[in-house]
């Protein structure tokens, strides 16, 4: 890693501490390290010291998701302090950023008062521009400490090819290295798992991704040498069994001169983050009369009811959902699926559009958000939401799975809508 690159990445942090751009900090590549202890976890670590009741949360997409790096660490948090009662607070979701996650802190992880959370974001994250990750990263960090201060965080940064291109050259990513702007600004410790990773491809003691021969097999690896994973992005056990143990080493660290206190909530990093993002469940005054809700008992109801308990379901055309708020920031809390319906979306009284429930991966129902504004006037909006008569182009995701031995044609069709509620910044206006 050259001086230059590490003077840069100083130099933009302490730009942006000092306030030099009043309005939006000034973004460069960050140093990559293993561990940036910072403030540490001193609250939790005070805790399990003393054998009290923890309760770790893990916020993130897919990795996280996974029976993989959660569920080791957890096992060795309880292994390590097996006087403390230490239980998990699952609040992660495959294929979703930070920009969704700051709606649902408060349902999925707030709520189940967590003493220590972990955030992970930074692959899903990784197309999003700096100024978007420091709005939705620093409302996750405001309503945390604003909840409780005494709450710690922790930010993981997982791996994805690509990443080891600026590790390489000693930098972070463009994701991680916004979100370790704001750590430093907020003294948010922070683990690399991602820089391990590539450290191990480098040794030659790890693949990113699985090699494929000229039939599709895939290659054999020398003895001693692990297969990462095989997409480049979700580790297989071996993997996550590293991860964890490079989270278990870097907590253990951080036990030493630990210090338990008060988070200080500092004046904002950027002032238009999202703090105020809220997750209001859709009320029946909202829904046209062919809504139903959802059950949790079987089907999607059952599926997603950790996440969505307020799930609620339309299929046929002409069906609508109808609110006013008054804020900046609306979208809808939704499902993409394979039968999934074309929006028809009207904000205030304005051209529509059509926003459909369906994208090519859509060979099975998962979460995701609908967006109808941002960056609004702080006023009053109305929001019509209507299930289009025509289906969405199903051609790119029907040519992938017509040959699979247990395709249905008829899961590819519909109009379905499936929406448990408005994530907003500002507030709902009732009737």
């Known amino acids: 890693m050259g001086a230059i690159s590490v003077a840069i990445g100083v130099g933009a942090i302490m730009m942006s501490i000092t306030g030099v751009s009043a309005d939006m900090p000034e973004y460069a590549p960050v140093p990559a390290q293993l561990v940036q202890e910072r403030d540490g976890l001193g609250n939790v670590i005070a805790k399990l010291d003393a054998g009290e009741e923890v309760r770790v949360a893990y916020f993130g997409g897919s990795i996280t998701n996974a029976a993989g790096w959660r569920v080791k660490t957890l096992e060795w948090f309880q292994q390590t302090w097996p006087e403390a009662d230490v239980s998990e607070i699952h609040a992660a979701i495959g294929g979703t950023g930070s920009s969704l996650g700051v709606f649902r802190l408060q349902q999925d992880v707030l709520d189940h008062d967590p003493d220590l959370v972990f955030v992970e974001y930074a692959v899903n994250d990784g197309g999003a521009a700096p100024e978007t990750i420091w709005r939705a990263m620093e409302g996750i960090v405001r309503q945390i400490w604003r909840h409780d201060p005494t709450i710690d965080i922790c930010y993981v940064y997982t791996f994805r090819i690509g990443y080891e291109d600026d590790l390489n050259e000693g930098v972070c990513p463009q994701a991680v290295s916004a979100d370790e702007m704001l750590a430093e600004y907020y003294g948010i410790p922070s683990i690399n798992v991602a820089l391990r990773t590539v450290e191990m491809g480098n040794a030659g003691e790890l693949?990113?991704?699985a090699e494929k021969d000229e039939a599709g097999a895939e290659k054999p690896l020398a003895d001693?040498?692990?297969?990462?994973s095989k997409d480049g992005v979700h580790p297989l056990g071996p993997g996550h069994e590293m991860y964890a143990d490079v989270i278990g080493e870097a907590v253990e660290g951080m036990r030493e001169g630990a210090s338990a206190g008060a988070h200080e909530l500092k004046d904002a990093f950027v002032a238009d983050n999202w703090e105020a993002a809220k997750l209001v469940p859709l009320a029946p005054w909202m829904l046209s009369e062919g809504w139903t809700k959802l059950g949790h008992?079987?089907?999607l109801g059952s599926r997603f009811a950790r996440q969505m308990p307020n799930m609620w379901e339309a299929t046929e055309p002409g069906e609508t959902i109808n609110f006013s708020?008054?804020?900046?920031?609306?979208?809808?809390?939704?499902?993409l699926g394979p039968d999934g319906a074309n929006a028809i979306v009207t904000l205030d009284g304005g051209e529509p559009t059509v926003s459909p429930r369906f994208d090519h991966y859509c060979s099975y129902h998962r979460i995701a958000s609908l967006k109808i504004g941002a960056g609004l006037e702080d006023a009053a909006h109305t929001v019509t939401v209507e299930i289009s008569p025509e289906q969405p182009d199903r051609t790119p995701v029907l040519d992938r799975v017509r040959d699979?031995?247990?395709f249905n044609p008829a899961t590819y069709d519909g109009t379905a809508m499936r929406v448990a509620g408005v994530m907003v910044i500002g507030e709902i206006m009732e009737p």
Do not use: C, R, S
Request: charged share 20%; glycine share 12%; hydrophobic share 45%.
């Open 207 to 209: 693949v990113y991704k």
């Open 224 to 228: 001693g040498v692990m297969l990462f």
């Open 297 to 299: 008992e079987e089907g």
């Open 325 to 335: 708020f008054q804020g900046t920031v609306v979208q809808l809390y939704d499902l």
């Open 404 to 406: 699979d031995a247990n």
